[in-house]
């Protein structure tokens, strides 16, 4: 019984808060000394008095290490609280834009699929991306959208900040993954089962025209990219925004920095089509699963295992065949690697991979 007491008196003492907890200790020490005082030989009255002075001394050293540390936890408190309101305020416009952008980046994809099943895509001259027209405008700008929104994010905030919310750092990671995807194009290659991809050999022009699956090139080195998402943010007084589809049109049409900035992304996509871009193929499948568990988070926060577990869901779902099966058995041979890669990218959501904590 005594032992319980003593344990539930010392789990009372710890949650007390600092100042409560040195005027204890220091009224304890006084009683203790006062009954020495009282009770031993007069003789040692010096000696006491020494250890009074110790035990004093030892009190103070407390009190300024929990000063200390009050301090140290206000000044944390204080930041977090200003870091919060500050991710909030310039971040949470973003996220808005976000959900619709994964929407239509999503939805694209599977408009392409559909499109190579009714025939649409390819080289030859009835493909809808084997000219400069609407629908290849549109393709780039919804496929990359959501990035430009990524990158808006990076300039928002720091990994500090947003370790500050976890709903906003699994975005972050979540658009990262579609970021890298389009610059990942041996990656894809190499999943299993392997694609053979040579797009650096020196007559790449002559051999693209009789296996464009093999010799054309399928992704962007980071600084087409980088050029590209920065291309569609507009300057807009103190603020930075992505900007909307008509002024995308316009800057498209008129403008031929514009254009030069979005040529490595409209030759990635002329003449596109599943059977003879494989690569690309995958990529966009990657694409279409991160969007997909995005959307995901905008009634809740999801941990890894969690969208994980979605992806699983969602890849065996009679939704996603019909959205994202291209007819054919290279959908069949190559999701499962896709959905490998996605999932081995999500399990680096965890904070403790990027050393935030």
Same mark, same amino acid.
């Given at each position: ?76 408190r204080s930041y977090e609280f200003e870091a919060k309101k500050r991710l909030y305020s310039e971040v949470e416009p973003l996220i808005f834009q976000l ?71 699994? #975005?972050?990671? !979540? =658009?990262?993954? /579609?970021?890298?995807?389009?610059? $990942?194009?041996? @990656?894809? %290659? ?76 409209a030759n990635l996509f002329h003449g596109f089509d599943f059977e003879g871009r494989p690569v690309l193929a995958r990529a966009l499948l990657a694409i279409?699963?991160?969007? #997909?568990?995005? !959307? =995901?988070?905008? /009634?809740?926060?999801?941990?890894? $295992?969690?969208? @994980?577990? %979605? ?8 939704e996603a065949k019909s959205d994202l099966d291209w007819g054919s058995s290279s959908y069949g041979l190559g999701y499962r690697s896709v959905v490998n ?17």
């Amino acid at each position: 019984m005594l032992s319980l007491n003593m344990d539930s008196m010392i789990k009372w003492f710890l949650v007390l808060p600092p100042a409560a907890q040195v005027t204890i200790i220091s009224a304890v020490v006084s009683a203790l000394i006062a009954i020495l005082v009282a009770f031993v030989n007069p003789f040692a009255s010096a000696r006491l008095e020494k250890l009074k002075a110790e035990l004093t001394a030892d009190v103070e050293h407390i009190k300024a290490d929990l000063a200390k540390e009050a301090a140290i936890d206000d000044a944390r408190r204080s930041y977090e609280f200003e870091a919060k309101k500050r991710l909030y305020s310039e971040v949470e416009p973003l996220i808005f834009q976000l959900f619709e952008a994964a929407e239509g980046s999503y939805y694209r994809v599977g408009s392409l699929v559909r499109t190579h099943r009714q025939g649409h895509l390819g080289p030859e001259g009835g493909s809808w991306l084997a000219r400069d027209g609407y629908y290849l405008r549109s393709t780039i700008y919804r496929l990359f959208l959501p990035i430009a929104i990524f990158r808006l994010l990076q300039r928002s905030a720091t990994f500090v900040d947003i370790e500050l919310d976890e709903n906003i750092r699994t #975005r972050y990671f !979540l =658009l990262k993954i /579609s970021y890298y995807a389009l610059t $990942d194009d041996f @990656v894809f %290659a190499a999943l299993e089962p392997n694609l053979t991809y040579s797009p650096n050999v020196p007559d790449w022009k002559e051999k693209v025209q009789q296996n464009p699956g093999m010799y054309c090139r399928q992704g962007l080195v980071i600084g087409h990219l980088d050029r590209l998402i920065d291309a569609l943010i507009v300057d807009e007084r103190d603020a930075q925004r992505p900007m909307n589809y008509g002024e995308f049109e316009a800057l498209y049409r008129e403008n031929e920095g514009f254009q030069k900035d979005l040529a490595e992304a409209a030759n990635l996509f002329h003449g596109f089509d599943f059977e003879g871009r494989p690569v690309l193929a995958r990529a966009l499948l990657a694409i279409a699963y991160a969007m #997909r568990l995005l !959307l =995901l988070t905008y /009634s809740r926060t999801p941990s890894p $295992d969690e969208l @994980v577990a %979605a992806l699983e869901a969602f890849c065996h779902s009679n939704e996603a065949k019909s959205d994202l099966d291209w007819g054919s058995s290279s959908y069949g041979l190559g999701y499962r690697s896709v959905v490998n890669y996605v999932e081995e990218r999500i399990s680096w959501i965890a904070s403790e991979d990027y050393d935030i904590k």
